[in-house]
């Protein structure tokens, strides 16, 4: 009677495989690049990046440590991240978050206690019939129907 109301919002992360863990008791230094999923329980120095166009997953625990840029399709934060965040589809920032740098995102969501110091912004989704023009180039008259492939 009283119980949460169930959205239907499309905001949720993609399940994915955790394929690869980083255990607290490991520290890199240095780039790490992944596919599917990525569990940091450990310490990296270096960027984390998810590999190519995949709809990779990082969970960072609260043990977790990461002092560089991330740049994801999903992520669980619930650790320290010194460096910008880019999350192209959905961010969790958990209750021990501590993020120090810029956040970009496409969908976030932010728990009581999550910290960030730094800005955030929403990534910008293009439109179906808008053509993306580079500042600085003369744009071209063509129709919004010869854009998508569709004939005349």
């Known amino acids: 009677m009283f119980g949460k109301k169930k959205s239907?919002?499309?905001k949720s992360i993609e399940i994915n495989k955790l394929s690869?863990?980083?255990?607290?008791n490991v520290e890199i230094v240095g780039d790490v690049i992944?596919?599917?999923?990525?569990?940091?329980?450990g310490r990296i120095e270096g960027n984390?990046?998810?590999?190519?166009d995949e709809r990779g997953l990082?969970?960072?625990s609260e043990r977790g440590c990461i002092e560089g840029s991330v740049r994801t399709h999903d992520a669980v934060i619930n650790g320290t991240i010194i460096g910008d965040v880019t999350v192209s589809h959905f961010?969790?920032?958990q209750p021990k978050a501590r993020v120090t740098g810029n956040i970009s995102y496409s969908q976030l969501q932010m728990d009581c206690g999550a910290s960030v110091d730094g800005k955030l912004e929403k990534l910008e989704e293009p439109d179906a019939g808008t053509k993306v023009v580079k500042l600085g180039?003369?744009?071209t008259a063509a129709p919004?129907?010869?854009?998508?492939?569709k004939k005349d």
């Open 58 to 60: 990082l969970v960072l």
């Open 34 to 41: 992944f596919s599917d999923g990525l569990r940091v329980d």
């Open 48 to 52: 984390v990046i998810n590999k190519g």
């Open 137 to 139: 180039s003369t744009p």
């Open 144 to 149: 919004v129907a010869a854009a998508s492939g």
């Open 91 to 93: 961010l969790e920032l």
């Open 20 to 24: 690869s863990l980083i255990a607290d």
């Open 8 to 10: 239907d919002n499309a």
